[in-house]
C-alpha cells in the first residue's frame, strides 16, 4: 500500500497547454509539498501546504497553482506549459513533529513539455 | 539564507573501498540534517538523519558545527550502495517549518 502517490507517472503536452498532477497521501500528516528536479537533478521546493493552508510558496511563476482539497491530497495544476516546466515533480509529505520530520515522497512525475 | 552543498557531482569506488559523500551547510539556526537517498527505479527516501546518531545500511554520518558539515561515511563500499545521495537541511523555524534544502546530490557509483 503505497504511502504517497502521484498520478500520472509520466506527462508529455505541447507548448500552452494545461495539465494536473495530483497527489494523495495515506500516512495521516499533516504537510504536504511539491518539489521540483531539473534536469541536472537539482531538488527545490515549490510550495507547502499544512492542512489545507499555503505555507510555502517559492519564488514560481503563477502559472503554477497547488490545491488542497483535504490535508490527504495536494494537486498542482499547471497553466500555459512552457518548454522550462519539463522536469519531474514530486510531492511530499510529513509531520510538522520536530525530530520526526522525515518527507515520504511520491515516485515523481515526469512532465516532458514539446 | 540557508543552503546546502555537495560538492562531487559524481563519485566513484570499487568494491570494499570507503567511501565518503561530502555535505557543507549554512544556516543561522540550530539545523536539523538528514540524507536522502534515491537508488535507481525508486523513489526517493530517507537514510538517516543526525539526531538519531544511528547506522542504516552501513553509513553513518556527524554532523561538525565547527566546520558546517554533515559527510555521510561508509567504512566498506557494496555495488548496491549506487545511487543518488542528497544532503537535505530542515528548516525548523517560522512559517517555513518543514521545508528541506537539498544539495546538488551526488550520484554515487561502486564498481565490481
Known amino acids: 500500500d503505497t504511502a504517497v502517490s502521484q498520478t500520472p507517472k509520466y506527462l508529455v503536452t505541447q507548448m500552452g497547454n494545461d495539465k494536473s498532477i495530483k497527489c494523495e497521501q495515506n500516512?495521516?500528516?499533516?504537510?504536504m509539498y511539491w518539489y521540483k528536479q531539473d534536469s541536472k537533478k537539482f531538488l527545490k521546493i515549490m510550495f507547502s501546504?499544512?492542512?489545507?493552508?499555503?505555507?510555502i510558496n517559492e519564488t514560481v511563476p503563477n502559472r503554477f497553482s497547488p490545491k488542497s482539497p483535504d490535508k490527504a491530497h495536494l494537486n498542482l495544476h499547471i497553466n500555459s506549459l512552457e518548454l522550462g516546466d519539463s522536469a519531474v515533480y514530486f510531492c511530499?509529505?510529513?509531520?510538522?513533529?520536530?525530530?520526526?520530520?522525515?518527507?515520504?515522497f511520491g515516485q515523481g512525475t515526469r512532465l516532458t513539455v514539446v | 539564507a540557508q543552503r546546502v552543498t555537495q560538492p562531487e557531482k559524481l563519485l566513484s569506488v570499487f568494491k570494499g573501498a570507503p567511501v565518503e559523500l561530502k555535505c557543507n551547510y549554512s544556516y543561522s539556526g540550530s539545523p536539523e540534517l538528514f540524507w536522502y537517498v534515491q537508488y535507481s527505479r525508486q523513489r526517493l527516501q530517507l537514510l538517516l538523519r543526525?539526531?538519531s546518531r544511528e547506522s542504516i545500511k552501513g553509513f553513518t554520518a556527524d554532523l561538525n558545527k565547527g566546520e558546517t558539515s554533515f559527510h555521510l561515511k561508509k567504512p566498506f563500499a557494496q555495488e548496491e550502495d549506487s545511487a543518488m545521495y542528497y544532503c537535505a537541511l530542515h528548516n525548523a523555524g517560522g512559517t517555513s517549518y518543514g521545508k528541506l534544502t537539498f544539495g546538488q546530490g551526488t550520484i554515487l557509483t561502486v564498481h565490481p
Open positions: 543526525h539526531i
Open positions: 500516512l495521516g500528516h499533516d504537510t
Open positions: 511530499a509529505s510529513s509531520t510538522r513533529q520536530y525530530g520526526n520530520t522525515e518527507a515520504f
Open positions: 501546504y499544512n492542512n489545507k493552508e499555503l505555507i
